[in-house]
């Protein structure tokens, strides 16, 4: 995934560009740089291998001229190593035409022969090149027009900025498959990848559409399709607010965004839950539909396709609804027995996954209802399903999913009780003792937080250990895959998620005095399983971080360490034991002296295939 920002107005472009930069760089952080057109008619471009930082060194250094036209790109390489000539903007051969481009041209070998044999020489190694090099074989006077026909040539997904010294005042965008803003300010026009961007600009935004561009001029915006046919467009007021998306006195995105998750889900209990009753504005199917269905799918990736195991447990507990779960890649190119009895639930935090979103237009293709749980207002995925539940989590900017991973297990709870009601599966009784044991959880979430301190200790002893075992059971075993999840992506260390029942058909072999293992081992009626295999660990010399129930002595007895988690219902479990492996994963990537908000390789979003 990659960052793309444009600014037209009346003010200097490059503080935006820079400023618009860094509020994306969460999307990709590996090479940036800018695009500009002086009022001289010179397009000026400056780009840099490494962090913004880098490129503001090298501006310091090799300044451009004011100018009120640019673009700027943040880049999270997927074709090309990280290096300046592979950074964008890239231009034509006659350096008149710059793009900033997100997303993967999957016809772009094709496209670079042909050009290649028409004489055009390539600088870099990059897909995006090619849109450059096709516009400007397409120029005759009118930018807009060139793109129009160069964007027609491509196939894959983009969101794209052009701009060009033939045409000094115009900026043009496009989308396909990638997400793309227009924001409406006052004689200024910005373009940008995500809100951040521009909210200190202007709250006013058009969220273009798959298979719009916008084209940008100082006096206003126009919004057409790739063949030129006007759309209509709404400008919409953006409420996100944007302290939220800095770090209010946390070192860490990553650790504010921990702590913020009592309030995260007492909001979504407040707006959802009443009296044992579940509402879900937006979930847009009726109960006469939601009965309809006879089994549920769900897809998602990474850290989404943990809540989503989680969530086939606590559907088919509440309400005997048959459950698959898939990650989206794979479901994708299996063939799935998908029909309309089918409902498909998508999970993403970005609502930008390609892979998820593939997975979502192959299973509308064979019929199923689509609903999506998501964090991102306006995602693309949000605008391909039939429902959207919002998670209202608020931005996450560390990498490392936490709070918008417990936002989706408690929308999974909502959505199970909903089904519940309209399945009937649990009697009342049990679902309304059940909701407010529901209800409870944010404030049990505030104790465990309390206990972070002991948490960090923990981490500490645990540091140096090269490698992890992280072992679960039943609803939990999907809580060892995230918590393995959790440290590997941000502290390196190989950590692996188990269920543990599987431990001795092969992990065992692993354990030694150098191997720490995370057992989840919460009281319920596979507690003792839990205890055999903490034993069988000691015997092999194991070191053992136990995850226990409040006022559970005999666990002392067997593991190393103990980190205690409160008391409630053994279907709940999940949305506690996370906070401490979560705690523990940041304790010890911070130990590390990792970067823990934007770990080396990754992106916020993975919106490329
Ligand atoms: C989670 O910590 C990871 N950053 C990653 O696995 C993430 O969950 C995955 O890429 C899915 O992202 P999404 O929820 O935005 O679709």
Request: glycine share 8%; proline share 4%.
């Amino acid at each position: 995934m990659c960052g793309i920002v444009g600014y037209i107005g009346n003010k200097d472009a490059l503080p935006f560009l820079i400023e618009g930069l860094k509020n994306l760089e969460y999307r990709g952080y590996d090479s940036s740089g800018v695009g500009l057109i002086t009022p001289d008619g010179g397009l000026q471009v400056r780009k840099e291998k490494g962090k913004i930082r880098c490129l503001e060194d090298l501006l310091a250094k090799d300044p451009v001229k004011k100018a009120h036209i640019g673009i700027a790109h943040t880049r999270w390489a997927t074709h090309g190593a990280p290096c300046r000539k592979n950074s964008h903007p890239h231009t034509n051969s006659g350096g008149t035409i710059a793009v900033v481009h997100n997303g993967i041209i999957e016809n772009y070998q094709s496209l670079k022969a042909g050009l290649i044999a028409k004489g055009v020489r390539f600088l870099s190694d990059t897909d995006t090149e090619v849109i450059g090099h096709l516009i400007n074989e397409y120029f005759e006077g009118d930018l807009v027009k060139a793109v129009q026909r160069a964007i027609r040539d491509l196939t894959g997904a983009f969101a794209i900025g052009v701009i060009s010294s033939d045409d000094p005042s115009t900026l043009v965008a496009a989308r396909v498959g990638s997400p793309l803003i227009i924001g409406v300010g006052e004689g200024e026009y910005f373009i940008a990848s995500d809100v951040p961007a521009i909210i200190r600009h202007t709250r006013r935004v058009i969220y273009l559409k798959d298979g719009e561009m916008a084209v940008l001029r100082s006096d206003g915006v126009e919004v057409m399709t790739f063949a030129g046919k006007k759309m209509p467009f709404t400008v919409d007021k953006v409420t996100f607010q944007m302290d939220a998306a800095q770090k209010q006195g946390y070192p860490h995105f990553m650790l504010k965004e921990i702590h913020e998750q009592p309030e995260v889900l007492r909001q979504m209990v407040a707006l959802r839950l009443k009296g044992g009753h579940v509402t879900l504005d937006g979930l847009g199917i009726s109960d006469r539909k939601l009965k309809s269905f006879t089994r549920i799918k769900v897809v998602a990736c990474g850290t989404a396709y943990h809540a989503g195991l989680v969530g086939r447990y606590i559907i088919e507990e509440l309400a005997r609804v048959p459950v698959e779960v898939d990650v989206s890649s794979e479901f994708r190119y299996r063939s799935p027995i998908v029909d309309k009895r089918t409902l498909l639930i998508a999970v993403s935090q970005s609502g930008e996954t390609a892979d998820t979103l593939a997975a979502v237009r192959e299973a509308r293709a064979r019929g199923a209802s689509v609903v999506s749980i998501c964090n991102v207002i306006g995602s693309s995925l949000a605008r391909e399903s039939a429902g959207v539940l919002y998670t209202h989590a608020g931005p996450e900017i560390g990498v490392a999913s936490t709070k918008a991973y417990t936002a989706q297990l408690m929308m999974f709870y909502l959505l199970a009780i909903k089904l519940a009601e309209v399945h009937g599966g649990v009697d009342v009784k049990e679902r309304v003792k059940f909701a407010k044991d529901l209800a409870a959880v944010p404030g049990l979430i505030r104790e465990i937080l309390k206990n972070a301190k002991h948490i960090a200790r923990v981490a500490r002893k645990h540091s140096h250990y090269g490698c992890f075992l992280y072992l679960g059971r039943n609803i939990n075993y999907p809580s060892a895959l995230e918590g393995a999840l959790k440290l590997k992506e941000i502290s390196y260390i190989p950590a692996e998620g188990y269920a543990a029942g599987e431990m001795k058909h092969g992990p065992i072999a692993l354990i030694d005095e150098y191997r720490a293992v995370v057992c989840i081992a919460p009281q319920s009626d596979i507690y003792e399983k839990m205890i055999s295999n903490i034993q069988e660990i000691l015997s092999r010399k194991g070191k053992v971080i136990a995850i226990a129930t409040e006022g559970d002595a005999l666990i002392q007895q067997h593991a190393t360490k103990v980190i205690y988690i409160p008391r409630t219902h053994k279907l709940l479990t999940p949305l506690l034991a996370i906070i401490p492996l979560q705690l523990l994963a940041y304790y010890i990537a911070v130990n590390r002296g990792c970067d823990v908000d934007q770990p080396r390789n990754l992106a916020k979003s993975v919106t490329v295939e």
